[in-house]
């Protein structure tokens, strides 16, 4: 992997866009706009643009680790509602995006995901600590270590899927899309696909950097009984979050730095699970929905 792409936003700070593989599309996110464009079955780019909540250019968007949390839930609303409504464009329905997200469907997705992928672990390596009597330490890096295997094991399980290997496929034009734009490269499919599928930004990145994380902050608080232990895990999870926020934003501030380049290496090889090279079709749509934000983006800054 050339890291060479990636040292540009280091020696001109560009926006920090990011985006989101839906159904047959991508969702494209600015601080003060977004798109969502969708290829539907008679092959038209159907495209949708709205401004963002104002939370994204409000006095909380500066505030370290608050504006991670706040950034994240809305995220995560932006994100449900994108998929759903690419769901039924690809299906053929003409539809509107619709209002505000099904706040308890995502909530209980939360909390699943949560069970699977921590409560499980954490048990388990009580169990392991009570029957072997193992450090905590040594019971800690087990704990991290189901849940690595558990998070890699998910998403090359679901990557087998053709269905998800299509939106793996958007999720690398996504990433190529963006490559572009901070290269200064045309926005072109043939010039977005010389660009890597991996992003130091990416929220598959996101994800190993809250279960890397989690291994050290969940260790300092040293051996608890397992109920105890468990309500830790949940209600330490905006700590983590806020934390590999910040993270984040500083490693891809610091891409020219080698050091940076050697933290991100795990997170961008990790990507390699959740991305697939697309065809240059699903690169035209995650231009026009890169496209469609930049200019919704650029009204409302003059608008606002």
Same mark, same amino acid.
């Given at each position: 992997?050339?890291?060479?792409?990636?040292?540009?936003?280091?020696?001109?700070?560009?926006?920090?866009?990011?985006?989101?593989?839906?159904?047959?599309?991508?969702?494209?996110?600015?601080?003060?706009?977004?798109?969502?464009?969708?290829?539907?079955?008679?092959?038209?780019?159907?495209?949708?643009?709205?401004?963002?909540?104002?939370?994204?250019?409000?006095?909380?968007?500066?505030?370290?680790?608050?504006?991670?949390?706040?950034?994240?839930?809305?995220?995560?609303?932006?994100?449900?509602?994108?998929?759903?409504?690419?769901?039924?464009?690809?299906?053929?329905?003409?539809?509107?995006?619709?209002?505000?997200?099904?706040?308890?469907?995502?909530?209980?997705?939360?909390?699943? =995901?949560?069970?699977?992928?921590?409560?499980?672990?954490?048990?388990?390596?009580?169990?392991?600590?009570?029957?072997?009597?193992?450090?905590?330490?040594?019971?800690?890096?087990?704990?991290?270590?189901?849940?690595?295997?558990?998070?890699?094991?998910?998403?090359?399980?679901?990557?087998?899927?053709?269905?998800?290997?299509?939106?793996?496929?958007?999720?690398?034009?996504?990433?190529?899309?963006?490559?572009?734009?901070? =290269?200064?490269?045309?926005?072109?499919?043939?010039?977005? =696909?010389?660009?890597?599928l991996e992003h130091p930004r990416c929220g598959t990145a996101f994800i190993l950097n809250v279960a890397a994380l989690s291994i050290f902050l969940f260790a300092l608080l040293g051996p608890l009984p397992l109920v105890e232990r468990i309500l830790s895990r949940f209600l330490l999870i905006p700590v983590v979050a806020a934390i590999a926020f910040e993270y984040q934003?500083?490693?891809?501030?610091?891409?020219?730095?080698?050091?940076?380049?050697?933290?991100?290496?795990?997170?961008?090889?990790?990507?390699?699970?959740?991305?697939?090279?697309?065809?240059?079709?699903?690169?035209?749509?995650?231009?026009?929905?890169?496209?469609?934000?930049?200019?919704?983006?650029?009204?409302?800054?003059?608008?606002?």
């Open positions: 992997m050339n890291l060479n792409y990636f040292t540009n936003a280091a020696a001109e700070p560009l926006p920090f866009y990011g985006g989101q593989a839906v159904i047959e599309g991508v969702m494209m996110r600015g601080r003060r706009a977004m798109a969502i464009a969708v290829r539907a079955p008679d092959q038209r780019i159907v495209i949708h643009t709205q401004p963002l909540n104002p939370i994204y250019h409000s006095a909380f968007s500066r505030i370290p680790f608050l504006r991670g949390l706040l950034g994240l839930w809305d995220a995560l609303g932006l994100g449900w509602q994108s998929l759903n409504y690419s769901a039924r464009i690809a299906g053929g329905e003409e539809v509107k995006f619709e209002g505000p997200a099904a706040w308890g469907t995502i909530a209980l997705s939360l909390v699943f =995901a949560i069970a699977i992928f921590s409560v499980g672990p954490t048990t388990a390596a009580y169990w392991t600590e009570t029957a072997l009597g193992l450090p905590f330490l040594a019971v800690a890096l087990t704990e991290g270590t189901l849940q690595l295997t558990l998070l890699i094991g998910y998403l090359w399980a679901i990557g087998q899927v053709a269905e998800i290997r299509r939106v793996f496929a958007y999720h690398g034009a996504e990433h190529q899309t963006i490559h572009a734009f901070e =290269a200064g490269a045309e926005l072109t499919p043939a010039s977005a =696909a010389r660009f890597p934003r500083f490693t891809a501030r610091h891409i020219g730095n080698p050091l940076v380049c050697a933290l991100i290496a795990p997170s961008l090889a990790l990507q390699r699970l959740t991305t697939r090279r697309p065809d240059e079709k699903m690169l035209e749509v995650a231009i026009a929905a890169f496209k469609a934000m930049r200019e919704e983006e650029l009204s409302s800054q003059v608008v606002g």
